[in-house]
């Protein structure tokens, strides 16, 4: 049976009989910063190993944002991977950056809806990514010669300004999880994706009543994609309410 889709109201309305149940049985459900460490095996003989996250939406909770610092680097990936959504508010962008930098790792990213939305100064982020030893890639890609791997991050101009494979093994960072099956034939041996926040809130039986533009049929964890393999991180932060139900922010291990 086709589900009815619901409007905002009440999606609002739902979410409010929720939380109050939520907090009954277990506040915690309803806790936007009790972070999870989920793990996904892409191979059964993995040579690599790193880190997923998305949609940080940093808004000043230094003390969160350290967890998450913390958190990534006890983990000690190879290498991490962002996907978009740094910010909302170009104030946030220093912040937020002087965060990555603390990030142990190489990290790789690509921007999201907010980041082009918020006019953030992109060469700041460069300067950021690269100063962990990784690498902003707007719409370009980076070979990882240790693990004959190219990370390829797509921006506003999407794959179709990219050349050929650099690598015998490809991993697309994109922020839209419904780009994936919009790629023009182009396939990938691993696609990264985050914006959809797995709809914050999370009815049991039901679903996520409302969802972002750009998600598609891609909520949450891991699909088979017209463009290949994709998993979409349900993110670290939240977007128009500090609420999260039944999905806790995320913080994916990727073995591949």
Known sequence: MKRKKLSRRQFLGLGLCALPAAAGLDGRF????????????????????????????????????????????????????FNGDLIEDARFAPAALDFIRQIERPVYGCPGNWDYGSRADFREYEKAFHA????????????????????????ARGVFSLGEAKASRRVLLLHYPFQADRLDGRRYDLILAGHSHGGQVRIPF???????????????????????PLYVNVGIGTYMFPVRFNCRPEITVVRM
């Open 30 to 81: 309803a806790e936007p910063t009790w972070l999870r460490v989920t793990h996904f095996d892409h191979h059964s003989q993995p040579t690599c190993r790193f880190v997923q996250f998305s949609d940080w939406h940093y808004k000043g909770d230094a003390d969160y944002a350290a967890k998450v610092v913390r958190t990534i680097n006890a983990l000690e990936p190879e290498f991490v991977c």
């Open 206 to 228: 039901y679903g996520a009543p409302i969802l972002p533009y750009g998600v598609g049929p891609y909520q949450q964890g891991r699909y088979d994609s017209l463009g290949g």
């Open 132 to 155: 962990t030893g990784g690498a902003w890639l707007e719409d370009r890609s980076i070979v990882l010669q240790k693990h004959d791997l190219e990370l390829i991050g797509v921006g």
